[in-house]
């Protein structure tokens, strides 16, 4: 069974409960040797409704499999807020009176959406437009529980002072473990404000500091989906050669990047799960890319070769890094260039989320 595709063992599991105590057992998850990953692509619209149009894609030269649009609110700029075996939680769907917010997570295999109870939060803010705490979300695995937990850290008011124990009094953390119809508030919170999309890997949630300018900034934030507690990892080094790095953490389907993205010279590295530390993957020099590259978002793992896929100019060129020679070469993809934004997610299906109900 570890030899066939994913598709098929969703069908096989129908077939007698011995096939699917086989399937749905973790060690048969240990062993399962994963599909190549498949492009995902999200598409940001500027009309009044701010659709998003998501793809899912067998490469990104043939057509689409799956096609679905929701709405978006337009201030929150991850489309992608966390995936994990499978699933992928997206941008919240609106923005309901007295801080209700509304996340869907979609099962690309089974082409199907659920939506996330509402938040039911208090939050203070003078209107949508002129004001938007500051939030973080991320999707991840319980091991102990064989279940998945959705979290939700908000800064539920504005703050005005630097002083970073005044704002750790407005943070509130959600948790909705799934198959429940609410979320949970924990007494737990981040050390610091914590912003956009979490990354999941190694049974933790991991994000980066906001804003950047704290004295720690050093640090990303993660939160253990076990334990349910915050705690603290360091940056990988910093590149000696060349200043003015940006920074993001990288979706690499259940392991977390951290990048370094500068004007002629990108560095990726990995985290190591034994010993928290970080081992550097790759790293290439752009600085003859013509036009240059900018606002560069890394996609994930190209293939199972473990070559690196960003894009460039807020999705409308997709690069490959290949690690094996070291060439760097833009891919055509069949994106819409008059959308506002696309983001490029490489899927990566899973066993585990085929039988998980969520």
């Not at 489309?79 to 801080?99: D, Y």
Request: net charge positive; proline share 6%; charged share 20%.
């Amino acid at each position: 069974m570890s030899r066939l595709p994913v598709k098929s063992l969703a069908r096989f599991r129908c077939v007698c409960k011995l096939w699917l105590k086989y399937i749905n057992d973790p060690y048969f998850h240990t062993i399962y040797i994963k599909e190549e990953p498949t492009p995902m692509m999200l598409e940001l619209f500027s009309n009044k409704q701010k659709q998003i149009k998501i793809s899912i894609l067998q490469g990104v030269q043939k057509e689409p499999l799956f096609k679905s649009c929701y709405m978006h609110v337009g201030y929150y700029q991850n489309l992608v807020l966390g995936s994990c075996n499978g699933l992928i939680l997206v941008c919240c769907l609106e923005f309901r009176p007295r801080g209700s917010f509304v996340f869907p997570v979609i099962n690309p295999l089974s082409k199907k959406r659920h939506d996330l109870p509402p938040t039911h939060i208090n939050i203070t803010y003078r209107s949508v437009d002129s004001y938007i705490p500051r939030k973080a979300a991320g999707i991840g695995f319980d091991e102990s529980t064989n279940t998945f937990k959705t979290v939700f850290v908000i800064l539920k008011e504005q703050v005005q002072s630097q002083d970073i124990n005044v704002v750790r009094k407005h943070i509130c953390t959600l948790v909705h473990h799934q198959g429940t119809s609410s979320w949970r508030e924990i007494a737990q919170i981040p050390a610091y404000p914590i912003s956009g999309e979490g990354v999941y890997g190694h049974g933790r949630l991991h994000w980066l500091i906001s804003p950047s300018d704290w004295q720690d900034r050093r640090k990303l934030v993660w939160f253990d989906m076990k334990a349910e507690e915050f705690g603290l990892t360091d940056h990988p080094p910093t590149p000696r050669s060349g200043s003015g790095y940006q920074i993001q953490l990288v979706d690499l389907n259940d392991e977390v990047g951290f990048a370094y993205v500068g004007n002629e010279r990108t560095e990726l590295w990995i985290l190591k799960q034994e010993d928290s530390s970080w081992v550097l993957h790759c790293w290439f020099d752009h600085q003859n890319i013509t036009p240059p590259l900018k606002n560069v978002a890394f996609s994930g793992y190209w293939n199972k070769a473990r070559d690196i896929a960003f894009t460039s100019d807020r999705g409308k060129r997709l690069f490959v890094y290949t690690l094996k020679t070291g060439d760097l070469r833009q891919i055509d993809h069949p994106g819409d260039h008059m959308c506002e934004l696309t983001h490029i997610r490489m899927y990566q299906s899973s066993v585990r989320g085929i039988h998980t109900k969520i």
